[in-house]
Structure formats: structure tokens, C-alpha cells
């Protein structure tokens, strides 16, 4: 299995913590979670290939702090690739009432950066991630429990987004939680949101098995 890009291509991976992972400060330029582990994947598996990747991942960051940073950030670097993983500081903010993103919103905005991306570069190829929280609480006072229940609003949304722009999808809550009927979820982070070095490689195998597709 090989993926589909092509010697000379260039993949932009755009989203929050889980993206940035330090590729700002001390692990530039890639970070040291899965957008490097996709890399070094790609040293290995495909040597051939000269590709140029670029990490634009800021911690913190939501929906609507991509589409500000559109132009800087993706459409200035015309990527042949695009990943784009966002959505669970959209969803803690919403449920913390502190500039709230609920989905309707979270949504109108993801629409509008992937239809600048569409229009700008047509022939860019897009894989879309959906957020996820690695926990399997169920008792319905807790926090975890309350992120767990609003999560498939924001899941949804990429899921229909992804088929009306014909995109890659990763489904990295179905298989995270498919993963914690066998390990525990500090297996694969420390806390639900930031993956450890178990976690982010998941992320990495699946991106290039949704990029050999």
C-alpha cells in the first residue's frame, strides 16, 4: 500500500494542539505528534518521494481561527493536499458559555474555508479529521460525559461536510473508541484531548491509510 501522492507534492496538515504539538517552538517545524510520525512514515515506506509538508497547527486554536488565518496559513501555500483536524475547542468553549462555537456556527465556518479552498484550488485534494475525546465515561454528571454527548453534533458536521466536498474522511472517535474496548484510554493519552506518542501514531497510520485510498 502506497499513498496517492506524487513526487513533488505539497500537503498542508492545519488544525489545533493536537496538529501544532510544538512545531512552533522547540519541535519546528513539524511538531513531534502525528503530522511527524506521518512524515518519517513517508521517509521510510516512500524514500522516492520528495514531498513538502508543511505543519500549521496552532494550539488553542477553533473553526473560526482557521478561517481567519486562511489566506497566511493554506491558500497562500497552494497545497496539492489538505488535512484539517478542528472542533474540540469549538466544543469546550460552547459548553463553558466562553465565546461559544455551538455546531450551527462551528459548521458555517468550516463550510466557508473549505469553499475558499475548493475555489482557490480546485485540484487541491482534502481529508477531513473528525475531533474526538478519548473516554469512555458514562456517568452523566461529569464533564467528560457532558463532552461525550455534545461531540457527535460536532462529528456530524464534518461527516456531512466531507461528503458534500467529495473529501478523505478520518473517523478518529470511532476508532479511538473501538481501540478502548481492548486498552485503557492512557494507552493512548495522558487525558482525553492530547494524545501521547501511542495516540498520535494511530492518527498517523490512519492519515496515510486515508491518503492510499
Known amino acids: 500500500m502506497k499513498t496517492k501522492l506524487r513526487n513533488g507534492d505539497t500537503l498542508v496538515f492545519i488544525g489545533d494542539s493536537i496538529t501544532d504539538c510544538g512545531r512552533r517552538a522547540e519541535f519546528s517545524p513539524l511538531g513531534n505528534g502525528y503530522v511527524k510520525l506521518f512524515a518519517d512514515m513517508m521517509a521510510v515506506r516512500e524514500p522516492a518521494k520528495a514531498l513538502t509538508i508543511i505543519n500549521k497547527g496552532i494550539s488553542g486554536d477553533t473553526v473560526t481561527g482557521l478561517r481567519d488565518r486562511w489566506s497566511d496559513d493554506v491558500l497562500r501555500h497552494k497545497p496539492d493536499w489538505l488535512s484539517v483536524k478542528i472542533g474540540i475547542n469549538d466544543l469546550h468553549r460552547t459548553l463553558a458559555g466562553d465565546g461559544p462555537i455551538p455546531p450551527a456556527d462551528y459548521q458555517a465556518a468550516y463550510e466557508t474555508i473549505l469553499g475558499r479552498t475548493v475555489k482557490h484550488l480546485p485540484r487541491c485534494q482534502l481529508l477531513l479529521i473528525t475531533p474526538f ?34 473529501t478523505r474522511l478520518i473517523k478518529t472517535q470511532d476508532m479511538f473508541q473501538k481501540l478502548l474496548k481492548y486498552r485503557e484510554s492512557d494507552v493512548f493519552c495522558p487525558e482525553p484531548v492530547h494524545p501521547n506518542l501511542t495516540g498520535h501514531l494511530a492518527i498517523a497510520e490512519a492519515v496515510y491509510e486515508a491518503l492510499s485510498a
Open 133 to 166: 475525546y478519548i473516554s469512555i465515561e458514562n456517568d452523566s454528571r461529569s464533564f467528560r460525559r457532558q463532552v461525550l454527548e455534545l461531540l457527535p453534533h460536532y462529528v456530524r458536521v464534518v461527516q456531512h461536510l466531507s461528503r458534500k466536498y467529495g
